[in-house]
């Protein structure tokens, strides 16, 4: 890999060029400071209908041209989940820096695997958990972090919709990567115990409803509510604070964000068997409107030139594995709650 100045541009090859490879390939294309310098894919023919788009690009359906490559930075993966931490591997041992797509791998071994060798090698490693980086999430972050919730009791996601039904994964590790990832990073704590419980009813084996839960280190308890199978549409968050609440709607095209000044009072005397609760006003902070993947594209960018880590490194792309690993098996068991392993190391 050739030294990086700060007069050189980042040098990015895309490999997989099928449904999300594009997009990443038109940010690295145009954000200033970087350069994409190959596109790869298996297949030449998919490959040919996107030439058009980056002229100044090349195109190869040889990874070892890419890895070989000694003008490439870095290495975006963009392929089947199958193949992500094999492929992370070799563009590491490449001395190359990563950007993998979610989720990091398949099993928590192989996550650990990636994390591992990217810290030994000292290249930055980043999981594409667009969410995390979403300005709503970060403000979500902030008011978690300053205490303006107050304690967080517990918080949810719901992320449905009526299809696109995969047949290769079920909806757990389709749609769970998404508020799995942000529920670690907003609680900022080790997940402790998870479960989960789900049915297949379009596809024998292939769960399209998922109910899961994760209990926090603290005891905070996260929930989630995954399905393609559903007659909303929703991409939704809730926090529940001592003091107050706060919702990020991402269907929202302008209030993503809305808290609630809502809570429980405060015992000062015996109340018999009432609590008492209070209803303050309800606010929506303007949200920067950028896009959410220009900012996770810039952001693996600034930490390669800055050597800094990633908010969505490779350990928490292997924290998020873990919760996704023992919630399957906890599905497969119908519902059995499974500790997790780095919890308890």
């Avoid at 979610?102 to 030994?120: I, M, N, S």
């Avoid at 490194?313 to 499974?338: F, H, I, Q, Y």
Wanted: with cysteine; aromatic share 6%.
């Amino acid at each position: 890999m050739a030294p990086l100045t700060e007069d050189r541009p980042v040098n990015v090859a895309v490999v997989g060029m099928s449904y999300w490879g594009p997009n990443l390939a038109r940010n690295f294309d145009r954000i200033e400071g970087s350069h994409l310098r190959f596109a790869c894919d298996l297949d030449e023919g998919l490959l040919d209908r996107h030439r058009s788009a980056f002229p100044l690009t090349k195109f190869t359906t040889s990874l070892d041209e890419v890895l070989a490559d000694p003008e490439t930075d870095a290495v975006v993966i963009a392929t089947p989940v199958p193949t992500h931490a094999r492929l992370a591997l070799a563009a590491i041992a490449a001395g190359k820096h990563v950007f993998v797509e979610k989720p990091l791998a398949l099993t928590t071994g192989d996550a650990r695997a990636v994390a591992e060798a990217a810290e030994a090698a000292g290249v930055t490693c980043m999981v594409d958990h667009l969410l995390v980086l979403h300005p709503a999430v970060t403000k979500v972050k902030e008011l978690v972090d300053t205490g303006h919730l107050g304690d967080v009791h517990y918080l949810y996601g719901n992320r449905l919709n009526l299809g696109i039904v995969r047949k290769d994964e079920n909806a757990l590790w389709s749609l769970g990567p998404h508020d799995i990832s942000v529920m670690l990073h907003i609680v900022g704590e080790p997940a402790v115990e998870v479960s989960a419980t789900g049915a297949s009813y379009l596809q024998e084996g292939v769960e399209d409803v998922v109910f899961g839960r994760i209990l926090f280190a603290s005891g905070t308890i996260g929930h989630l509510h995954l399905s393609w199978l559903d007659p909303h549409k929703m991409r939704r968050m809730t926090v529940i604070g001592s003091d107050r609440m706060v919702v990020f709607d991402d269907m929202e095209s302008e209030r993503k964000i809305t808290v609630y000044d809502k809570g429980p009072v405060p015992r000062t005397g015996d109340y018999g068997e009432y609590i008492q609760v209070r209803s303050g006003d309800i606010f929506s902070p303007k949200i920067d409107g950028a896009e959410p993947l220009k900012l996770v594209c810039q952001h693996f960018l600034d930490c390669i030139r800055s050597g800094e880590a990633p908010i969505a490194d490779g350990w928490a792309g292997l924290a998020t594995v873990e919760v996704l690993e023992a919630m399957d098996k906890s599905l497969a068991e119908n519902g059995r709650p499974v500790t997790l392993e780095g919890a308890s190391a």
